[in-house]
């Protein structure tokens, strides 16, 4: 079935730049997206990208996505101890269903 | 703030007992999905209705019904409670389903003890 997998665990310092990957499977997803959870809240969107496109930026937030490979990664420039959170990336399968990954752990050093 | 309203943010309850949990979706959004998420399952889909119709459904136990009324608010009934239902229980919306961006609220936590 449809899958989307993520690393679980990511360590930078603060002002590094943050990458977080995800691979998908389903080919079709036509809409791939970034959310962002703080402990004890929701998900918050953070951005998504359509599947013709290679590139997003959007402030300190750039999505790549190389369709080939079924890769999308999140690059957080300058990351901040605010930026601490799970990330998720989902993929959509057929025209309801979104797949989430297990989530990537980002801690920021100070 | 995504717009999108759950109450109660806590339920604790019993294991056999029945507990219903309410969203309500960003103004407009006609579509609303319903969302698991446990530390062994990860984020799963349970369900989706869209202008009070379900569209799809996902990992959703025969145990747990939902609906969405005229209005567009919904409902998650969870009845016959096991330990393993204690999880967050997310709902989220859309202007009108598809693939569209989805805006989740903050969550219901459910433990069953």
């Known amino acids: 079935g449809e899958d989307v997998e993520q690393s679980l665990f990511l360590s930078v310092r603060e002002g590094d730049s943050s990458v977080i990957n995800c691979t998908y499977t389903d080919s079709s997803s036509t809409y791939l997206y970034w959310y962002k959870q703080e402990p004890g809240a929701g998900l918050q969107l953070l951005t998504y990208?359509?599947?013709?496109?290679d590139m997003k930026q959007d402030q300190r937030l750039t999505v790549l996505l190389n369709k080939k490979d079924k890769h999308l990664s999140l690059r957080i420039a300058d990351t901040q101890t605010g930026d601490s959170a799970i990330y998720f990336c989902?993929?959509?399968?057929?025209?309801?269903?979104?797949?989430f990954g297990t989530g990537t752990r980002l801690k920021v050093l100070a | 703030d995504s717009g999108v309203t759950q109450t109660p943010k806590h339920l604790i309850t019993a294991t056999g007992q029945r507990v219903t949990l309410r969203c309500s979706p960003r103004?407009?959004?006609?579509?609303v999905y319903w969302y698991q998420q446990s530390l062994d399952q990860g984020l799963q889909f349970l369900i989706q209705y869209y202008n009070g119709e379900e569209r799809a459904k996902g990992n959703i136990l025969e145990r747990f019904s939902a609906q969405q009324f005229p209005d567009l608010h919904s409902e998650l009934n969870l009845s016959s409670l096991e330990l393993g239902d204690s999880a967050l229980y997310f709902c989220?919306?859309?202007?009108?389903?598809?693939?569209?961006?989805?805006?989740f609220g903050d969550g219901t936590r459910l433990s069953i003890l």
């Open positions: 989902a993929a959509t399968s057929g025209t309801y269903k979104y797949i």
């Open positions: 989220a919306s859309s202007p009108r389903g598809g693939d569209q961006p989805q805006h």
């Open positions: 990208i359509f599947s013709n496109m």
């Open positions: 103004s407009g959004d006609l579509s």
